[in-house]
């Protein structure tokens, strides 16, 4: 069954970690996103991708870089964790006129 | 950029009740889509609605893109439908060259038993 997968589902890290947050689809969608959310509350495009070895920063300012080299995978990293990253992450794909697909979510907690 | 509103912004409900959600958005769009995040966190996507009516069992979407506004409709709410419910529109001018999804700040519905 296509999808979309993230991992961890929850992660709680030190200041000054490293950490990936990983995303796979198996719908061979040509976009993905990262949206960064408190529960609820707006949701922030942080980095977005339209195709292999093509990657943008979204509208919210963020100290995490992605890397698009395989179609299917869109991982996030953050290279040193603060508390103010504490938030959910969610990794979407879609294709031109087709509708959005969201992960499960990874929710970081940095203490 | 395109400016989406969504009203109201929090909803109760009893079980059974019906209920309409609206989103009013600032210029024309060729795509608009539901969606519902459930109290885990989870988004899932309603309704991939630029124009016109559809319905999926209890829940149904009408978008009139003249007129620049969605509704959803909620019938027979359950205590499962509770959550936040996001629309978002398609802005060929928000980030890369093909435009990104613009989301509203969502309604916030609660059902209860």
């Known amino acids: 069954e296509a999808d979309i997968y993230q991992t961890p589902r929850y992660l709680v890290i030190g200041t000054g970690k490293k950490i990936t947050l990983e995303c796979s689809q198996t719908?061979?969608?040509?976009?993905m996103y990262w949206y960064q959310q408190d529960p609820g509350m707006e949701l922030h495009l942080i980095h977005y991708?339209?195709?292999?070895?093509?990657?943008e920063k979204g509208d919210l300012s963020s100290e995490s870089t992605v890397s698009r080299i395989r179609t299917e995978h869109f991982p996030l990293t953050l290279e040193s964790a603060r508390p103010s990253h504490t938030s959910q992450y969610l990794c979407?794909?879609?294709?031109?006129?087709?509708?959005?697909?969201f992960g499960s979510g990874t929710r970081l907690t940095v203490v | 950029g395109i400016q989406v509103e969504q009203s109201p912004p929090d909803l109760i409900l009893q079980e059974g009740a019906n209920s309409t959600l609206r989103c009013n958005f600032s210029?024309?769009?060729?795509?608009l889509q539901w969606f519902h995040q459930n109290p885990w966190g989870q988004l899932i996507n309603l309704f991939y609605?630029?124009?016109g009516t559809k319905q999926n069992g209890r829940l149904s979407a009408t978008t009139v893109a003249t007129e620049r506004y969605s509704l959803l409709y909620i019938s027979s709410s359950q205590t499962t439908d509770s959550g936040v419910y996001f629309c978002?529109?398609?802005?060929?001018?928000?980030?890369?060259?093909?435009?990104?999804?613009?989301f509203g700040k969502g309604t916030k519905l609660s059902v209860k038993p």
């Open positions: 978002a529109v398609h802005d060929r001018n928000y980030g890369g060259s093909q435009g990104n999804l613009i």
């Open positions: 719908m061979g969608h040509d976009k």
């Open positions: 991708s339209y195709g292999v070895n093509s990657t």
């Open positions: 210029d024309s769009v060729n795509n």
């Open positions: 979407a794909s879609s294709s031109t006129g087709r509708r959005l697909t």
């Open positions: 609605i630029p124009s």
